[in-house]
């Protein structure tokens, strides 16, 4: 158990342009978080999966951005025409989930930095 | 949405000394959860603790569903305790996702 990995750690890109984010999950842990923490904020949820299925999306998230968890296992979080206020931490977590009201806790990933200039 | 306070919002404290960090909530909840976040951003759980008390070595905690509020306790503090700690929670039902509060900034000086 290698915990939850995010790739990369840091990007940085121009406004306008499109990044993607990567982030592998504990291999056991069946549900995936999404969540995006600015400079002296908690973190704040975008998305969130159970298997491969996207069971919610925060208002947070606009049409620029998409997620996916193909099979089930790793997921993507895709930001299109980014713009400067994209500029955050965006961490990935997850969690064991055998029923609907059931919760476990979450194991965080390191997240990717991002920054748009 | 519901609503996450926390107390103090920064905190100093002399190495050894002990503290409790306090978390208020506006709903009843099935999950709440302790993080400490490190100097470099990592976040590390705590504590998964919707109710009673739990203890791992000088931390322990405490969740008293019923009055919506959750207390971190911090025994022999040391400088490596330095860091963000934060309280999230979740609503009954709703699919675990959780709301953080703003975290408590606490420094541990030699």
């Known amino acids: 158990d290698t915990g939850v990995s995010q790739d990369p750690r840091h990007k940085i890109t121009k406004r306008g342009q499109n990044v993607t984010f990567r982030c592998d999950p504990i291999?056991?842990?069946?549900?995936l978080y999404w969540y995006r923490q600015t400079l002296g904020q908690g973190p704040e949820f975008l998305t969130y999966?159970?298997?491969?299925?996207?069971?919610?999306k925060s208002r947070l998230l606009s049409d620029r951005f998409s997620a996916e968890r193909p099979k089930g296992s790793f997921s993507t979080l895709e930001i299109q025409r980014t713009e400067q206020g994209d500029s955050a931490m965006y961490l990935c977590?997850?969690?064991?989930?055998?029923?609907?009201?059931?919760?476990?806790?979450?194991?965080f990933g390191s997240g990717t930095r991002l920054t748009v200039v | 949405g519901i609503q996450v306070e926390q107390s103090p919002p920064d905190l100093i404290l002399q190495e050894g000394a002990n503290s409790t960090l306090r978390c208020n909530f506006s709903?009843?909840?099935?999950?709440l959860q302790w993080f400490h976040q490190n100097p470099w951003g990592q976040l590390i759980n705590l504590f998964y603790?919707?109710?009673g008390t739990k203890q791992n070595g000088r931390l322990s905690a405490t969740t008293v569903a019923t009055e919506r509020y959750s207390l971190l306790y911090i025994s022999s503090s040391q400088t490596t305790d330095s860091g963000v700690y934060f309280c999230?929670?979740?609503?009954?039902?709703?699919?675990?996702?959780?709301?953080f509060g703003k975290g408590i900034t606490l420094s541990v000086r030699p």
């Open positions: 977590a997850s969690s064991l989930g055998l029923g609907q009201r059931d919760a476990y806790g979450y194991t």
């Open positions: 291999s056991e842990h069946n549900r």
């Open positions: 999966f159970q298997n491969e299925a996207q069971l919610e």
């Open positions: 709903d009843s909840v099935n999950n």
């Open positions: 603790i919707p109710s």
């Open positions: 999230a929670v979740g609503l009954t039902g709703a699919n675990s996702k959780l709301t």
